[in-house]
T-cell receptor, first 116, second 117 residues
Framework: AQSVSQHNHHVILSEAASLELGCNYSYGGTVNLFWYVQYPGQHLQLLLKYFSGDPLVKGIKGFEAEFIKSKFSFNLRKPSVQWSDTAEYFCAVTPYSGAGSYQLTFGKGTKLSVIP | NAGVMQNPRHLVRRRGQEARLRCSPMKGHSHVYWYRQLPEEGLKFMVYLQKENIIDESGMPKERFSAEFPKEGPSILRIQQVVRGDSAAYFC???????????????FGPGTRLTVL
């Protein structure tokens, strides 16, 4: 079974600081990778996803993530955060295909607080 | 274009009562998934349904929990005889089912927060 580890429970940044949130997964085969965001009081929204191809994936709101297969990592980055990026961020993985490929396995989430 | 709808958003039950959580998928979506988030934990898969069929319920507790997705109407997650440990956020997601399951993006609802007193 796959698992996802998000290293930081809570990150506090000032506006305009750069962001990198770590995500490592454990799975023996090919995977699909996702970052979801949950703004206060709102539902989970898909930020970006990686299925195949270019390992550098660009998502909405200026976010990007890089899949490094050798490190089993899919870190989320943003060059300059804004107060409106305050939210909880979840990394998730599924097997690429076959049995259970619809079962998203989530990390515990990282709370990001951006100080104006 | 309405997203995934869940109701109620908050539900309070006493131990031993029943909880019914509803999920209406996005328009055009025929696949529904339920996830549970316990405090300080990530979301965990519970069940995957298509219209009138349970495809995979491997993440559901064996007792007291059931799910359905009838031909008409929302998907229902039912918890009988609730206990304090059932207190959690329950999220529903839907997908169109037009791609192979690994790349069929799931869109989430706002969740139902169940509190058992």
């Amino acid at each position: 079974a796959q698992s996802v580890s998000q290293h930081n429970h809570h990150v506090i940044l000032s506006e305009a600081a750069s962001l990198e949130l770590g995500c490592n997964y454990s799975y023996g085969g090919t995977v699909n990778l996702f970052w979801y965001v949950q703004y206060p009081g709102q539902h989970l929204q898909l930020l970006l996803k990686y299925f195949s191809g270019d390992p550098l994936v660009k998502g909405i709101k200026g976010f990007e993530a890089e899949f490094i297969k050798s490190k089993f990592s899919f870190n989320l980055r943003k060059p300059s955060v804004q107060w409106s990026d305050t939210a909880e961020y979840f990394c998730a993985v599924t097997p690429y295909s076959g049995a259970g490929s619809y079962q998203l396995t989530f990390g515990k989430g990282t709370k990001l607080s951006v100080i104006p | 274009n309405a997203g995934v709808m869940q109701n109620p958003r908050h539900l309070v039950r006493r131990r031993g009562q029943e909880a019914r959580l509803r999920c209406s998928p996005m328009k055009g979506h025929s696949h529904v998934y339920w996830y549970r988030q316990l405090p300080e934990e990530g979301l965990k898969f519970m069940v995957y349904l298509q219209k009138e069929n349970i495809i995979d319920e491997s993440g559901m507790p064996k007792e007291r929990f059931s799910a359905e997705f009838p031909k008409e109407g929302p998907s229902i997650l039912r918890i009988q005889q609730v206990v304090r440990g059932d207190s959690a956020a329950y999220f529903c997601a839907s997908s169109p089912g037009t791609e192979h399951s690994g790349t069929d993006t799931q869109y989430f609802g706002p969740g139902t927060r169940l509190t058992v007193l």
